[in-house]
């Protein structure tokens, strides 16, 4: 039941993504940010996260978000993306979904350290729950003002933890599969929902798009769901290069205007 969607996304990954990985997002403000690695544990096995808040006098609590790396594990561009988030005055925390170490370098790596979390949602829901609660811990966070985003693997996994009823100001997913092995766990968000989706992306068809919007207003979900036109999968990384036929792409149009409903999105649920 979970190889037909999970196994195609893992496949064409692996066909058509060497590096799926955010841009940079160009803050607006320049706010000094205070950034570290962050040890945890699951079940006995270390994770190692990375934090970056803004350094401020204000003693108020801040919202929060988790950032939900790609298939590659947790490397430079999502710890890059959580310090971007921390100058719009979030505090963030780049999450680990594999444990200490373990990040792959070629699609072969990656292929073997997403597919045990990918083809096991109930793993995947236990890590990034788990990453949810820490943040929740950390001194300065408003526990009742987080969200979730991700890109690519981590779209997915941010979409997952939604559907465990975590109670979240918001979820948003770039360029992310969309299925799910519970679609009835819909009726557990309590959130909100943005999706930021390639119009062309071969790795999330048609189908897939329609059974998600099927799922969410079965459970009368509010959610956004923005696809844009001749944009492939990964459209916000650089690093994907610029061959849409491939099927991943960056798209200058499409990164931009997905990171400013993005900014929107965060500022509404955040109040």
């Given at each position: 039941m979970m190889q037909n969607p999970g196994m195609k996304f893992l496949i064409l990954s692996l066909l058509l993504c060497a590096t799926l990985c955010p841009a940079t997002i160009h803050?607006?403000?320049?706010?000094?940010?205070?950034?570290?690695?962050?040890?945890?544990?699951?079940?006995?096995?270390?994770?190692?996260?990375?934090?970056?808040?803004?350094?401020s006098k204000d003693i108020k609590p801040r919202p929060a978000i988790l950032v939900v790396h790609d298939w590659k594990g947790l490397r430079a561009p999502a710890r890059q993306f959580a310090e971007e988030l921390a100058?719009?005055?979030?505090?963030?925390?780049?999450?680990?979904?594999y444990g200490s170490g373990l990040r792959a370098e070629t699609a072969e790596e990656a292929k073997?350290?997403?597919?045990?979390?990918?083809?096991?949602?109930?793993?995947?829901?236990?890590?990034?729950?788990?990453?949810?609660?820490?943040?929740?811990?950390?001194?300065?966070?408003?526990?009742?003002?987080?969200?979730?985003l991700g890109f690519c693997f981590g779209g997915t996994v941010s979409l997952e933890l939604a559907r465990t009823g975590t109670p979240l100001r918001g979820a948003i997913s770039f360029h992310g599969s969309l299925n799910t092995p519970r679609p009835a766990d819909a009726a557990n968000i309590k959130c909100p929902i943005l999706i930021l989706h390639g119009a062309a992306d071969p790795l999330v068809p048609a189908a897939e798009v329609e059974a998600f919007k099927k799922e969410m207003e079965a459970a009368k979900i509010p959610y956004t769901f923005i696809a844009y036109p001749d944009a492939v999968h990964a459209f916000t990384s650089r690093e994907a290069g610029n061959d849409p036929p491939k099927g991943a792409a960056y798209q200058e149009a499409a990164d931009q205007k997905s990171r400013m409903e993005m900014r929107k999105f965060l500022e509404k649920v955040m109040r």
């Amino acid at each position: 039941m979970m190889q037909n969607p999970g196994m195609k996304f893992l496949i064409l990954s692996l066909l058509l993504c060497a590096t799926l990985c955010p841009a940079t997002i160009h803050a607006q403000a320049k706010t000094k940010v205070s950034s570290y690695s962050f040890d945890y544990s699951i079940e006995g096995k270390p994770y190692e996260g990375y934090i970056a808040r803004p350094v401020s006098k204000d003693i108020k609590p801040r919202p929060a978000i988790l950032v939900v790396h790609d298939w590659k594990g947790l490397r430079a561009p999502a710890r890059q993306f959580a310090e971007e988030l921390a100058t719009m005055g979030y505090i963030a925390l780049a999450v680990d979904m594999y444990g200490s170490g373990l990040r792959a370098e070629t699609a072969e790596e990656a292929k073997k350290l997403v597919t045990p979390v990918y083809s096991d949602r109930t793993l995947m829901r236990q890590r990034i729950r788990k990453a949810y609660d820490e943040l929740v811990r950390l001194p300065g966070v408003d526990p009742d003002r987080i969200a979730v985003l991700g890109f690519c693997f981590g779209g997915t996994v941010s979409l997952e933890l939604a559907r465990t009823g975590t109670p979240l100001r918001g979820a948003i997913s770039f360029h992310g599969s969309l299925n799910t092995p519970r679609p009835a766990d819909a009726a557990n968000i309590k959130c909100p929902i943005l999706i930021l989706h390639g119009a062309a992306d071969p790795l999330v068809p048609a189908a897939e798009v329609e059974a998600f919007k099927k799922e969410m207003e079965a459970a009368k979900i509010p959610y956004t769901f923005i696809a844009y036109p001749d944009a492939v999968h990964a459209f916000t990384s650089r690093e994907a290069g610029n061959d849409p036929p491939k099927g991943a792409a960056y798209q200058e149009a499409a990164d931009q205007k997905s990171r400013m409903e993005m900014r929107k999105f965060l500022e509404k649920v955040m109040r």
